[in-house]
C-alpha cells in the first residue's frame, strides 16, 4: 500500500454528500478491550445534527457487529454495515439484514480453543468473522498471525491485521462493498461519497469511494489510498462539527 501524494486536510462536507464513518479510532478513541470504549457525551448530538443536514446520508461502517456500535450511539441507530458487511442495515433503526457465513462458527470455536484462556488475548467471536486481540501483549503479534492464518486457511476464510487486531472474515468480505452496497440505495444515492477511516480495514473503503468521484480519509499516521487525512479522533470530531456548520449555511443560502 502506498501513501496518496495528496495528504492535506479534507475540504468540508457539502449538502449532497454520504458519509461513511468508521468507528474505533475514527469516532472513538481505540481501547485496551473493545468493550471498554467510551464516546464523548457531545458526540452523539453531533452526529444526529450532521446526519440531519445531509438529508439521512450517513452511515457507519464498522468491523463491529451493529448491536455494538448502537450501543454507544444511544438513542441513535444509524444506517450501515456491521462486521465489514455481513450486517447490512439501509435505515436507521431498522432490524439489520444478515447473511449467515460457512466455516466462521468453526473458525471461532477454533480460536477459542487455542486462546481462550490467554489472559494476554482476546477472542472475539462477531458472528461473521472471528477477531483475535492481542493489544495486551503486542510482542505477540507474529504469533497471533500466524496462527489466525493456519486456522483460517483451514476453514477457508479470508485473513487481515488491523491495529493490534487479526481477524478471519469470509472471501470478498470488505468495507468498500459495504459501502457500495449502500450508495445504490436511495438514501444515498446520487451523492459523492465520503469515507472517514483510520486502519487497513478502511482502506478498500477509500478505495472504492474515490473510484467514484468521492474521496477517503485516513485519521492517523501510516500509509494509505486515502486522499486526505486527519491526524487523530478530536480532529475528525472537529471536522465534523465544522462540515455541520458548513452545510447548514449551505443549506440557508440555497433556501
Not at 172 to 201: I, M, S, Y
Request: glycine share 10%; hydrophobic share 45%.
Amino acid at each position: 500500500m502506498s501513501r496518496a501524494p495528496e495528504a492535506a486536510s479534507p475540504p468540508l462536507l457539502a449538502p449532497r454528500d454520504a458519509l461513511f464513518l468508521d468507528f474505533d479510532g475514527t469516532l472513538a478513541e481505540i481501547a485496551e478491550r473493545p468493550d471498554l470504549v467510551r464516546v464523548p457525551p457531545d458526540l452523539v448530538a453531533l452526529i444526529e445534527r450532521t446526519q440531519r443536514l445531509l438529508g439521512g446520508a450517513l452511515a457507519v461502517i464498522s468491523g463491529r457487529p451493529l448491536r455494538q456500535i448502537d450501543e454507544h450511539l444511544l438513542p441513535l441507530q444509524l444506517p450501515g454495515a456491521g462486521q465489514h458487511g455481513a450486517e447490512l442495515r439501509v435505515h436507521g433503526n431498522a432490524t439489520p439484514q444478515r447473511r449467515a457465513w460457512p466455516g466462521i462458527a468453526a473458525m471461532a470455536a477454533d480460536v477459542a480453543a487455542r486462546f481462550g484462556a490467554d489472559p494476554q488475548l482476546i477472542v472475539e467471536a462477531k458472528g461473521a468473522a472471528v477477531a483475535l486481540h492481542y493489544r495486551a501483549a503486542p510482542e505477540r503479534a507474529e504469533e497471533c498471525q500466524a496462527a489466525m492464518r493456519e486456522l483460517a486457511a483451514r476453514h477457508g476464510l479470508a485473513v487481515l491485521v488491523g491495529k493490534m487486531v487479526v481477524e478471519a472474515r469470509p472471501h470478498g468480505l470488505h468495507k468498500g462493498l459495504a459501502v457500495e452496497t449502500l450508495l445504490a440505495r436511495p438514501l444515498f444515492a446520487g451523492r459523492r461519497p465520503v469515507f472517514v477511516g483510520d486502519d487497513t480495514t478502511d482502506e478498500d473503503g477509500f478505495e472504492f469511494v474515490q473510484a467514484c468521484g468521492g474521496y477517503g480519509v485516513k485519521v492517523g499516521p501510516g500509509d494509505s489510498v486515502a486522499r486526505y487525512r486527519l491526524d487523530d479522533v478530536g480532529a475528525v470530531h472537529d471536522w465534523l462539527a465544522r462540515s455541520a456548520d458548513a452545510v447548514a449555511r449551505a443549506r440557508e443560502s440555497a433556501a
